[in-house]
């Protein structure tokens, strides 16, 4: 299996401008995860889906975000509008499992959004 | 305060032992881990622990875990200057997956 795979790896946008991040996870995984890492505020979970349902997306900052997950290889992280406080690396996760009980997960490379 | 706490920073010298400590405030966690992120690059499971071991050794890595202190620390034996990366742990924490905010170790020759 090639892992997570994420694209693009880098994005630079104007402000204003509507992003869209793509993750594909891993083939079997129930599970799929947005995280955002700032140096400010360091790794923070957006949102997650299980079975392509969003179960938790609490860590959502705003309206203007949002995440879709359509089947099973498949998601879509989107700002709309993007702002300069926005730029972080952005990385999808999946796993097998979540919750109380061993679940290892599994990191794409990121997406590294500068919005000037 | 956050749920699981790590310190921001080490630097140790190569050859020498790395400590990464972390503290987490669940003590019914169950499943603790060590992940490893290198530069551009996504985390790395690197090692974790069930709670109801006190250590784990794995190579060059020691893995101890204090329950009654909720204190989860994580040792590299002979440091090298590719085990410069951020480390973080992370425990399952009031039914979520818990991340602490990483400790950036540099490892100097």
């Known amino acids: 299996d090639a892992g997570v795979i994420q694209s693009p790896r880098h994005e630079v946008t104007e402000m204003g401008q509507e992003v869209t991040l793509r993750c594909k996870p891993i083939?079997?995984?129930?599970?799929l995860f947005w995280y955002r890492q700032t140096m400010m505020r360091g790794l923070e979970l957006l949102i997650y889906?299980?079975?392509?349902?969003?179960?938790?997306d609490s860590g959502m900052p705003e309206d203007r975000f949002s995440a879709k997950m359509p089947n099973a290889s498949f998601s879509t992280l989107k700002i709309q509008p993007s702002e300069p406080r926005d730029s972080a690396v952005y990385f999808c996760?999946?796993?097998?499992?979540?919750?109380?009980?061993?679940?290892?997960?599994?990191f794409g490379p990121g997406t590294r959004l500068t919005v000037l | 305060g956050e749920d699981v706490e790590q310190s921001l920073f080490l630097s140790v010298r190569e050859g020498d032992s790395s400590v990464i400590n972390c503290t987490y405030t669940?003590?019914?966690?169950?499943?603790l881990y060590w992940y490893k992120q290198e530069p551009g690059a996504g985390l790395q499971l690197l090692t974790y622990i069930f709670s109801n071991m006190d250590m784990k050794q794995d190579q060059r890595l020691t893995v101890l875990l204090n329950k009654k202190d909720k204190h989860l620390s994580l040792r590299i034996a002979d440091t090298q200057t590719g085990d410069s990366a951020i480390y973080f742990c992370a425990v399952d924490s009031w039914g979520k997956f818990q991340f602490g905010a990483g400790t950036q170790v540099v490892v100097t020759p």
């Open positions: 083939s079997g995984h129930d599970y």
């Open positions: 996760a999946s796993s097998l499992q979540y919750g109380p009980g061993y679940n290892e997960q599994f």
């Open positions: 669940d003590s019914s966690s169950t499943y």
């Open positions: 889906f299980n079975n392509n349902v969003p179960i938790d």
